[in-house]
């Protein structure tokens, strides 16, 4: 069983940064891939961006390209989001989740191949 925790969400005026970190239970975290998820009132889980083990691999999606990056530090168990230049509709719950199978694709868009979630933190951009 793996532990997911989120933490960093709030309000920001848009143009405004966040920056999200996940920590994850376990001994062999650098053996889980990691993605970081969205979903607003009334839309479908969105996948936001992924990274490799090692953190040499690293996927996002397009409508945060070039605004997000994502980054882990395996020594602390924790995987980042920071988040700039942010818009009012990046508005949504933020999750993190972690795929465990040897055979995964680093920075993985599908939410089903990612076996546990945390709970998810609020990020509110404001106009």
């Known amino acids: 069983q793996v532990q997911l925790v989120e933490s960093g969400g709030g309000l920001v005026q848009a143009g405004g940064s966040l920056r999200l970190s996940c920590a994850a239970s376990g001994r062999t975290f650098s053996s889980y891939l990691m993605g970081w998820f969205r979903q607003a009132p009334g839309k479908e889980r969105e996948f936001v961006a992924g990274?490799?083990?090692?953190?040499?691999?690293?996927n996002y999606g397009n409508s945060v390209k070039g605004r997000f990056t994502i980054s882990r530090d395996n020594a602390k168990n924790t995987v980042y989001l920071q988040m700039n230049s942010l818009k009012p509709e990046d508005t949504a719950v933020y999750y993190c989740?972690?795929?465990?199978?040897?055979?995964?694709?680093?920075?993985?868009?599908?939410?089903?191949?990612?076996?546990?979630w945390g709970q998810g933190t609020q990020v509110t951009v404001s106009s």
């Open positions: 989740a972690a795929d465990l199978s040897p055979t995964g694709r680093p920075g993985g868009a599908d939410r089903y191949k990612y076996d546990f």
């Open positions: 990274i490799s083990r090692m953190g040499s691999v690293t």
